[in-house]
């Protein structure tokens, strides 16, 4: 069954680093998300990307924040400068298209960590 | 914000005995998805029930959605020790075509005691 994979699954790094976390989404679906959860918390949405560009963006996804889709398969989320409070599960999701429910296909997350 | 709140936040029960879970929201929807989380994993769609349904089945899982009152319910019948996990409601809001954010809720904390 496709799935979206992540990688890493845990980054472990020091406060001010750059972190680049990657995504390969199911290999027919158009529509990417990031989200993020911080530990006991809700999901919170991040960013969507759609034909190469941002479609949508919440207040989270600061100028810090940015996404890109280097290739035909792979999706990242970049942190360019990191902060505590970027300590967080970072869940990358897909989904078909405009024909779609809806119904979002979530990885299993990247367990970043900054000291 | 059309946020989802699920209610409880934690909830214990026997084997076999059956779940219910809340959620509630803000806005007008699209649809309204429940998602279910193992600990440290990613969200699982479970099911999906849009706006102009009123319930659902798949399984052992029976939603029920009352827009009136902004508000779903998650029912697990027949509980199992593996249901043990949490559980996400998530709303499709009525925004610009071509928008698929989901807005999540907090989560309830499924425990089902062997």
């Known amino acids: 069954e496709p799935e979206v994979t992540q990688t890493p699954s845990h980054q472990v790094t020091q406060m001010g680093q750059e972190v680049i976390l990657r995504c390969v989404p199911i290999s027919n679906h158009l529509y990417f998300y990031w989200y993020r959860q911080i530990l006991g918390q809700k999901v919170e949405f991040l960013v969507s990307f759609y034909n190469n560009e941002i479609s949508e963006k919440s207040e989270i996804f600061d100028d810090q924040f940015s996404v890109e889709r280097p290739d035909g398969s792979n999706f990242t989320l970049k942190i360019r400068s990191t902060k505590l409070e970027d300590s967080a599960m970072y869940f990358c999701a897909s989904t078909a298209g405009p024909t779609n429910t809806g119904e979002l296909f979530f990885g299993e997350g990247s367990r970043l960590t900054v000291l | ?114």
């Open chain 2, 1 to 114: 914000s059309q946020q989802g709140e699920e209610d409880p936040q934690a909830l214990s029960i026997q084997e076999g005995e059956n779940a219910t879970m809340n959620c509630s929201y803000k806005t007008s929807i699209n649809n309204l998805q429940w998602y279910r989380q193992n600990s440290g994993r990613g969200l699982v769609h479970l099911i999906l029930i849009r706006s102009n349904e009123r319930e659902k089945h798949s399984g052992r899982l029976r939603v029920t959605l009352d827009t009136s009152k902004k508000s779903s319910s998650l029912l697990i019948t027949a509980s199992r020790a593996a249901d043990t996990a949490s559980y996400f409601c998530a709303t499709r809001g009525l925004s610009r075509a071509g928008s698929y954010q989901l807005t999540f809720g907090k989560g309830t904390k499924l425990s089902v005691i062997p």
